[in-house]
């Protein structure tokens, strides 16, 4: 960080805190988010339906309207169940070889479960991520000059 970047402006002090904020914690909160909680405290609910996060923490007030998940959560989805199904499906065709409709029978419904199943979890590990990142407006001390997405 420069020092034209840490540059008090009118009415601000120089502070540690300005120049280098403490870290937050990466796996804590992460595994925090996996489990649907707050990334901060680990007390509040952090989804209020299936995939729609909250405003804020009811505990600890920490606003999560920045966060922006967008599509990363469902291509680590894909990219977990593929993992994890298609090593099965290869075992499976190389060592019995079953008819393709039992196949489709299994694996279809197996794949369905397992992307539903992991879909909240990925996103809200990757919501703690943003936040012990300060990515995306969970900074401490946000700049007013980034427009809103």
């Not at 959560?73 to 070889?97: D, K, M």
């Amino acid at each position: 960080m420069t020092i034209d970047e840490t540059a008090a402006r009118p009415g601000q002090s120089w502070s540690a805190e300005r120049i280098a904020p403490g870290k937050r914690p990466l796996f804590t909160a992460m595994k925090r988010g996996f489990f649907g909680r707050c990334p901060r405290c680990g007390e509040g609910k952090l989804f209020r339906a299936f995939l729609k996060v909250d405003d804020h923490c009811s505990v600890c007030q920490l606003d999560f309207t920045p966060h922006r998940a967008d599509d990363l959560p469902a291509y680590l989805v894909i990219v977990i169940v593929g993992h994890l199904v298609v090593p099965i499906v290869l075992w499976v065709e190389t060592n019995y070889s079953p008819a393709v409709p039992l196949q489709l029978a299994i694996y279809l419904p197996l794949t369905l479960i397992l992307s539903l199943g992991l879909l909240q979890p990925v996103k809200g590990a990757v919501v703690g991520l943003q936040w012990a990142f300060r990515m995306h407006g969970f900074d401490d001390n946000p700049s007013g000059d980034i427009p809103a997405v």
